[in-house]
Structure formats: structure tokens, C-alpha cells
């Protein structure tokens, strides 16, 4: 079975600048999370989907980010514009119902310079 | 408010056992995970645990502790492959339901 794919795998931008990753999950895994790990951290949550519904997203800065998950089974998490703090990792997991185990993706390291 | 505490850094030898601590204090509980993970690389689950008690897999094993909040994971035959980042996380609960909260991660680096 595959595991959750995640695109691109390094991402170097300059600031201001927009970028875009994104996430298959594993198939039948109806729950679908972002994460964000910056360096010597646990991983942070940024927005849970259910399906194609964004179901907790209190810790995404809306104010440049965004997601979607559209029929529900890929995202994709867009920052725009980026800043030097967004450099980071970032996760994407999926899981079967909420309380399951979650699967996690390679990531996406994120330099912004 | 939310805060899970494990050390930053242990160091082991091959053969030796290691004991993790993780201590939680989080507005609701709905069990905690213990996740490996490698540098570079994507955490991996190792364990959940949501009653008191130990639960054992193989080399690893997990503690719980609700009413201390408290948990460890004991690793035993230690081996090299061993080295990595070791995060306790938890389940808790909020407006919209689940979600898992992590501790900063353990680093743990085995020698020979």
C-alpha cells in the first residue's frame, strides 16, 4: 500500500514570494492534516480536513495561507506571500477516522531567503 | 493551556535500555501517541496508549499514567538504528473534535 505522497520534497523561494505544496493521502484515509515542524520541534497542527471540509483550522495564519482539499482526497497548502519565518517542514498526515493512527508524508522542507 | 515536556537529549549505548519521559497537560485527553523519527524523515508511529498501564511491542514499550499525567517509552537491546527523535503527543480535544498536540521530541543518540 502506498504511503502519503507529498510534492515537492525542497522548495528554496525567495520572500514574498508564493509557493504551493501538495498531498495524496493514503487511499480510504477520509482525514487529512498539515503540519508545520520547524527545526528542533514537534510538529505543529495547521488545519484538519474531514473529506472536503476544513474542520479545524485555528492554527492556520489565514492571513497568508490557504488549503484546500478539493473531492475530498488531495490538498494542496499555499503561502502567499512567504516570509522569512515560514521556513520550515511541512507535514502532511492522513488517517482514517480522527482518533486513528496518523500516517505521515516525507514533507516539504521550505527555505525562504 | 497546552504543554507537553520530554527531555531534549539522552544518550545510550547498543544493548542498554532507555527510559523516555513525557509529562502532559492538555484541556481534555484522548490518548497519547509515541512517534520515531529520523532525521530528515517523517515520524513514525511506534505506540498509543489510552488506558493506564503498559502496553508492549516487540522492543518497545509504553507507559500511561492519566491521573499523573504521565507516560514513558522504554526502549530495550538498544541498536544503533535507534538514534532518532522520539515524540510524545496527545490527543486532546477541542471545538472541533481531536487533535494532536506534540511534544518538542526527544533526541536520542545510541552508541557502540
Known amino acids: 500500500e502506498a504511503g502519503v505522497v507529498q510534492s515537492p520534497r525542497y522548495k528554496i523561494i525567495e520572500k514574498k514570494q508564493p509557493v504551493a505544496f501538495w498531498c495524496n493521502p493514503i487511499?480510504?484515509?477520509?482525514?487529512l492534516y498539515w503540519y508545520r515542524q520547524n527545526l528542533g520541534q514537534g510538529p505543529e497542527l495547521l488545519i484538519r480536513y474531514e473529506n472536503e471540509e476544513a474542520v479545524d483550522d485555528s492554527q492556520l495564519p489565514k492571513d497568508r495561507f490557504s488549503a484546500e482539499r478539493l473531492k475530498g482526497v488531495d490538498s494542496t497548502l499555499k503561502i502567499q506571500p512567504a516570509e522569512l519565518g515560514d521556513s520550515a517542514v511541512y507535514l502532511c498526515?492522513?488517517?482514517?477516522?480522527?482518533?486513528?493512527?496518523?500516517?505521515f508524508g516525507p514533507g516539504t522542507r521550505l527555505t525562504v531567503t | 493551556g497546552q504543554n507537553i515536556d520530554q527531555p531534549t537529549e539522552m544518550t545510550a549505548t547498543e544493548g542498554a535500555i532507555v527510559q523516555i519521559n513525557c509529562t502532559y497537560q492538555t484541556s481534555g485527553f484522548n490518548g497519547l501517541f509515541w512517534y520515531q523519527q529520523h532525521a530528515g524523515e517523517a515520524p513514525t508511529f511506534l505506540s498509543y496508549?489510552?488506558?493506564?498501564g503498559l502496553e508492549e511491542k516487540g522492543r518497545f514499550s509504553s507507559f500511561l499514567s492519566r491521573s499523573k499525567g504521565y507516560s514513558y517509552l522504554l526502549l530495550k537491546e538498544l541498536q544503533m538504528k535507534d538514534s532518532a527523535s522520539y515524540l510524545c503527543a496527545v490527543r486532546g480535544a477541542n471545538q472541533a473534535g481531536t487533535a494532536l498536540i506534540f511534544g518538542k521530541g526527544t533526541t536520542l543518540s545510541v552508541s557502540s
Open positions: 498526515a492522513s488517517s482514517l477516522p480522527p482518533g486513528y493512527e496518523q500516517y
Open positions: 496508549n489510552v488506558l493506564d
Open positions: 487511499s480510504g484515509h477520509n482525514t
